[in-house]
């Protein structure tokens, strides 16, 4: 599979995207993580803090690269749902950090990671149905964040 010039630049722009996106979420992170997350109470399934780092990497690459074959194949146009849900959910998993972290509020966090966990079924699906291992690379953030759903909800809970 030869890839030009101008894809290797589309992906590096979906790449660096998709961390744009988790460095923003980071930064509202960043503020409570060490000051006001410890002091909630969590359930003891809760991961150690250094694993979110190494797991949200590979998340994104994998964004970045099923965003990018559906790009490849279809172009914006014609993959303009897909590539419309892949943006929505990008910005509301951007978007949770702020309302966790930033504003730390687990409730808010969790509305909108409810939100998110449906729409990136959703933009799994719609890539999907254009590239079949796009949608494949959707599925270890759909897993990951099912948990963290559950893993908010439990905050919110011990927390109210």
């Known amino acids: 599979m030869k890839i030009s010039p101008r894809e290797m630049a589309v992906l ?3 790449t660096l ?10 930064y509202w992170t960043a503020g409570s993580v060490n000051t ?8 003891v399934w809760n991961p150690p803090n250094w694993l979110f780092g190494p797991v949200w990497s590979a998340l994104y690459l994998a964004m970045a690269v099923a965003g990018w074959l559906v790009w490849r194949k279809a172009g914006w146009r014609d993959g303009r749902l897909a590539l419309g849900l892949f943006a929505a959910q990008l910005i509301l998993n951007t978007l949770w950090s702020f309302l966790f972290f930033g504003m ?8 909108d990671i409810l939100v998110l966990w449906l729409l990136i079924a959703a933009a ?4 999907g149905r254009i590239v079949p ?4 690379l ?3 953030y759909w897993a990951w964040v099912s948990y963290a759903v559950t893993l908010n909800f439990a905050v ?3 927390n109210r």
Do not use: D, E, N
């Open 133 to 136: 291992a796009a949608g494949w």
């Open 36 to 43: 006001w997350y410890p002091l909630l109470r969590k359930p």
């Open 138 to 140: 959707f599925a270890p």
């Open 104 to 111: 730390q509020s687990p409730l808010a966090g969790l509305v």
């Open 124 to 127: 799994g699906l719609a890539l």
């Open 156 to 158: 919110w809970w011990l």
């Open 12 to 14: 590096a722009l979906f």
């Open 17 to 26: 995207v998709c961390f744009a996106a988790g460095g923003l979420g980071s």
